[in-house]
């Protein structure tokens, strides 16, 4: 079979309800128009997903996708994107995750991997080039991803050089609406993929084999390669090798910006507790990577007891570091380091699981709810909870469904501080402080996300002012989306974004050398249009409506209180027109359809 | 003015900068009651030349890196106006978490 050079040509589509699988070509021009990862999987998706399907069904597709430069000498490239219809927004979802599983997953031989249907019993599903086989995966049922990724790594044995193996814990078992897809305690962690493999009863998934893409010009794509490692060694990331993301922490509290006690203001007291300084103080930290990257931006602290010894203790990053501490109101480094390991092994996305804990003490400080010991700043009641929502207990069993949902069973004003957008839960970026942000968190296909708007970047910069979020807001928010989506797409690391002067022509001089298309800058912007609109496509199929396109009523009516966003709050008015403005620049109509004739332009029809 | 005036400008730093400094802030300008904010990193560069090159370039924030006056608006320019008492913070443009 002839294909795109960096492509097998097809993907897999495996169907747990009949135990049959079959290979399906992907047409004419699909590549070149969605790329890889999060744009090739929204094309799947689309394909794929029955309009109003219920995302915990059997129908309800998930798809695992790989992209063109999996297997390349290109830094940062070993990454894969999980998609389906998410639980908690009943929205898009795509989840970007890292290392070897991308790498063996494209050794199979197939660009993308899609499950539907539902298995009979606790089931394990082997991809090789010889075909599929459905383990039983009963022994493994009741286990957290990391025990069970080596149990079936170890009965696998070495057939194919070694299997690897992405895998949910017992959140996802118990369709907790957030529970993660983990593999080597790197998660596809947003928006409950692993309660969609809950519900096909999927505990595992091993890939292995020896199918290898040609590149369209190897000797031009080491020659860049070796240029791009150099480069991802320079100042650019010196920040993310040396700290890590948890050096956010204390940038964002001297802004004002730090989410604290349920986005109650922008300041945390003890955040000094919670610095790189203090949590390395009493601990040695060591540094690890994803499989083929020269970054290493991962920082990982021991914690006794944590059943984590092994894979080297608990990975702390800016996100789950603020969602289980300053979130909750908990400064206690120890606490927060044995949340963030329980969510691990649970299986459970620290941003959600910090969210719904830090929504249900508002709810329990203002009354709304009686829940003995909840209360911000108590760490033993954090952690209990985050047993009590992997394992769907008492309070913990609503929490699990997400603070949306949470906050419709509960009722009273708690709807207007639940902190979601499309009911996904706002990442570590105080929305009132970072205005641009909010706009991004507003129109996200996904829902709040700070990994595929990237608005922040916006705020980050002298083009706008981050409180005022004036008129000229509108085209680097969309620019940096673009970016973001071309990224996910191809897939590489954002933490790279620094070393490309132009990052869209940056993309563009990769993808040359491994798919040998001729592709332009002006090629990749219109591609990361497409893909964006396919993405609100599939929403509106969904159901979506522009009343979704909004944050909670908190952050109009509450400006905050002290630091360096004091009186900071939205506007709403001005969110509407910036809404509306982002609307026309990306070709849909004011409120956010997308017209026929736009569909047709970008070949979504 | 002048108790302002003798107050000196304090440049905050965060992250990389923080690391490279080896120090959380220093205040520098004393005795003037107004400046710009290229002469107040040239200050701090010939105070902490560990800063020179990486994070600074010269009068600017090096690329990749940020200026933020009083916790409120990002610039990179050295023409902006800074007065006696005023926070610069220096810090990486890139925020992603
Ligand atoms: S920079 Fe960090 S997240 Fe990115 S590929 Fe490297 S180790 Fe993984």
């Known amino acids: ?605 | 003015m002048d108790g302002e005036g003798t107050s000196g400008v304090t440049v905050e730093f965060f992250g990389i900068a923080r690391q490279r400094a080896g120090r959380t802030r220093i205040v520098v300008c004393r005795g003037l009651e107004s400046t710009r904010l290229g002469d107040v990193l040239l200050a701090a560069a010939e105070r902490l030349p560990e800063l020179a090159g990486e994070c600074l370039d010269g009068s600017r924030p090096q690329d990749g890196y940020l200026a933020n006056i009083n916790a409120r608006r990002f610039t990179t320019d050295p023409d902006t106006p800074i007065r006696a008492g005023d926070h610069v913070l220096l810090l990486a443009a890139d925020a992603g978490g």
């Not at chain 1, 080039?129 to 039983?136: A, H, K, T, W």
């Not at chain 1, 919670?274 to 602290?301: K, N, Q, V, Y």
Request: proline share 5%; aromatic share 6%.
């Open chain 1, 1 to 605: 079979m002839s294909t795109v050079p960096g492509y097998h040509g097809r993907y897999l589509r495996v169907d747990l309800s009949e135990r049959t699988s079959r290979e399906v070509p992907w047409p004419d021009g699909v590549l070149r128009s969605f790329l890889g990862g999060g744009g090739l999987g929204t094309w799947v998706l689309r394909r794929e997903t029955p309009d109003g399907v219920d995302p915990l069904s059997p129908e309800s597709p998930l798809v695992f996708v790989f992209s063109p430069l999996v297997g390349s000498p290109l830094t940062t490239s070993a990454k894969f994107a999980v998609l389906a219809k998410s639980p908690l927004t009943g929205r898009i979802n795509d989840s970007l995750s890292s290392s070897h599983f991308a790498i063996s997953g494209k050794r199979t031989g197939y660009d993308a991997i899609v499950i539907v249907g539902a298995a009979e019993g606790a089931t394990t599903l082997v991809v090789t080039p010889d075909g599929v086989r459905f383990e039983s995966a009963e022994t493994e049922w009741g286990l957290g991803s990391r025990e069970t990724g080596q149990r079936v790594r170890d009965r696998l044995g070495g057939e194919w050089g070694g299997f690897r193996v992405a895998a949910i814990g017992p959140a996802g078992e118990r369709l907790v609406h957030f529970a993660t897809i983990s593999h080597d305690a790197r998660h596809a962690g947003r928006g409950g993929l692993g309660a969609v493999m809950g519900s096909k009863r999927l505990k595992a998934i091993a890939v292995a084999g020896d199918r290898v893409v040609s590149f369209a010009d190897p000797g031009r794509l080491v020659e860049i390669s070796r240029d791009l490692s150099k480069r991802s060694l320079g100042p650019a990331t010196a920040k993310y090798r040396e700290l890590g993301t948890v050096d956010n922490l204390v940038t964002f509290n001297r802004l004002g910006s730090l989410p604290t006690r349920n986005f109650q203001g922008g300041v945390f007291a003890e955040a000094s507790m919670l610095s790189p300084e203090s949590l390395e103080a009493d601990r040695d930290r060591t540094r690890t990577s994803c499989a083929a990257c020269t970054i290493g931006c991962e920082h990982i602290f021991p914690l006794a007891g944590s059943g984590q010894e092994e894979g080297g203790g608990v990975r702390m990053e800016y996100e789950n570091l603020f969602a289980l501490g300053p979130l909750c109101g908990v400064s206690d480094p120890r606490a927060v380091l044995a949340a963030s390991a329980l969510c691990d092994e649970l299986g459970l996305d620290t941003i959600s699981t910090g969210a719904s804990i830090a929504f249900a003490m508002e709810c329990a400080e203002r009354g709304l709810v009686e829940i003995p010991g909840l209360r911000f700043g108590n760490g033993d009641a954090m952690l209990s909870m985050i047993d009590d929502i992997g394992n769907r207990r008492e309070w913990g069993d609503l929490l699990a469904e997400g603070t949306r949902a949470a906050a419709e069973r509960i009722g009273g004003e708690s709807q207007s501080f639940a902190p979601h957008v499309k009911g996904l839960e706002i990442p570590g970026y105080e929305p009132r402080a970072l205005q641009a942000m909010a706009l991004g968190f507003a129109v996200g296909t996904r829902g709040a996300d700070h990994n595929r708007s990237g608005a922040y970047e916006v705020d980050f910069s002298p083009e706008v002012g981050r409180i005022d979020a004036e008129p000229g807001t509108i085209e680097p928010v969309v620019r940096v989306e673009d970016e973001a989506v071309l990224m996910d797409s191809l897939i590489l690391c954002k933490f790279l974004r620094g070393v490309f002067e132009d990052r869209v022509a940056g993309m563009a001089e990769l993808l040359r050398p491994v798919t040998g298309w001729d592709v332009s800058p002006e090629e990749l912007r219109e591609t990361a249009g497409r893909i964006v609109t396919a993405k609100k496509a599939y929403n509106i199929a969904q159901g979506w409506t522009p009343a979704e396109d909004t944050l909670p009523q908190r952050f109009f009516e509450e400006p905050l209180g002290e630091g360096g966003s004091q009186g900071a709050q939205l506007d709403p008015d001005r969110l509407a027109a910036q809404i509306r403005a982002y609307n026309l620049q990306r070709g849909w109509t004011a409120e956010g359809y997308v017209p026929e004739d736009r569909l047709v332009a970008l070949g979504l029809a």
